[in-house]
């Protein structure tokens, strides 16, 4: 029952904090509430034990993603627009798609059913702990994938470089 | 035990939440945070059928999604700040200059 | 019974920890006072109590009856609970800490990252404290401290890998475990390099003096902090004496052996095994909250781009050059 009411927890306070963020007007507020459902996610990837996903949630998403968002947010000093509607046009239309689709999904997510289990026990990973396995797995059989995301993560820093930096002969 | 048809139920409607804010806000900056809500749903739902399935493919799909999420969020802010400087304004309506205003 | 043992026993456990961090982060102030007066040819404190002991509650008091004021454009809500963002991560990443062997509150795997988790946390209470005050000295000041702390996370994060390559763990007692191994039985002289860098992020991280930018005095009024004032005021104050606190352990545990001493001291004067290693933990802790004070006496402020620079071109590439060594050691020397 105990897990039951954990997850219950979990899954109406990720559901409603979404719900908050995307509803905002004022941008700082939308990434504060962000930071909490960011953390309430890593809540959640406790219980699904991995630990480790759990800490590199809050420091990834929360220590270096939303802290991008709320330095440009400030650096830009968007002003509340007062007055002027934070949805689009034709909302509706694109909210009931939305729900249709949602329909669509949690019925098929519903009946959804698990595969053949693999090696990676839950005994295991608490006996090997969960850094130790991910890290034999991820430099043993995906250490090829593992090399071209440190390039794709280089190639960002190069283009924020590039872009970022004001040219000094007064063309901006 | 929770199922796991829970947690897949919990991610596609974080991953609808998600899709509603990106089709539907106007600002670039709300549009950005409502991709970073959809990358989490399927983190959740990546590491969810990983530990119910005992397999660690899904946990290093899910590593290089937060990785790639971050990377991208950098270029894509940075096109947001030099964007801005040319025309201040986040509102993705007001990028119009390619719209042939003739007709 | 045994429920309400197994819940009884990390509650006491929480409550000392706590209350003996507050009472500690209390002295801390009265100590750096005395320090620093004492290296500028003053005494320090006096007054309240006998050799001044009892200030550190006076100005506790001070501070709880004194007007609280709010900015009138102030962002209220976020203005409010912007101090509460940083105690509350700093406070609870004490939780993972091993005073001594065996003795700490959770127990959990990834101890080392889960405090980076919560230092990369409070960095939002300081900047929404900047944004929200709605004044122009605490905006910057809230930028540059924002700046500041995500440059010099990346340096510490690095260093502290290459200790995490040598344990072989996150776990902070397995790395004081690990540490006991070696010959100094600490990985400061081993990991030199990861140590001075780690030394010098931890000033940064936790805004002290030189790098205590955010809070300049002469050019920010005072930082991200102009607005607050009474009983937040302290919040702030506070979470900077428990974060030095904690950088301190940090390098207690991680480079000098935490609650053991090494063992040919052990070996020339077998009687010190016999002394709590609580007692080793605090004096090394207590050397580094000195240390940081020493450096506030002695050290002028950097300027902001000197700052920046010596986060982005020196240390962060030490702090690669010493991961890739340690990497090369661990792999063809000690394995």
Known sequence: MLP???????????????????????????????LLMFVHIGGLYLFLNAEFFAVIQVIVYAGAVLVMFLFVVLLLNLREEQGLPIFIRGVQGRVIIGLILLLTLVSAAGQASKGQGGRFSIDYIQRQTHIKVLGSVLFNDYVYPFLIMGFILFVPMV?????????????? | MVPLNWYLMLSVSLFIVGLIGFLTRRSIIMMFLSVEIMLNAINISLIAMSHYMQDMRGQVLAFFV???AAAGMAVGLVLLISAYRNKPTVRLEDFDLLKDRAF | MEFLYNLMIPIIKVAVVFAVTLLHVAYATYFERKVIGRMQCRIGPTEVGPYGLLQPFADMFKSLFKEDIIPAKADKAVFFIAPVIVLAPTMSSLSVIPFAEGFMIADVNVGMLFILACASLSVYGIILAGWSSNSKYAFFGGMRSAAQVISYEIAMGISLASVFLMAGSVRLDEIVKAQYEYTFSMYAPHLLIGFVVFLIAAFAETNRTPFDLPEAETELVAGYLTEYSGFRYALFFLSEYVAMFIMSSIITLCFLGGWTIPRFITDILPFLSYVPGILWFLSKVYFFMFFYYWIRATIPRYRFDQLMAIGWKILIPLSLLNLLIVAFVKRFVID
């Open chain 2, 66 to 68: 937060i990785a790639c």
């Open chain 1, 159 to 172: 283009a924020v470089v590039v872009l970022a930096i004001r040219r000094s002969n007064g063309s901006s």
């Open chain 1, 4 to 34: 039951q009411l954990f997850f219950a927890y979990f899954a109406v306070m990720i559901l409603g904090l979404a719900l908050v963020v995307i509803t905002r007007r004022n941008m700082v507020h939308a990434v504060v509430w962000m």
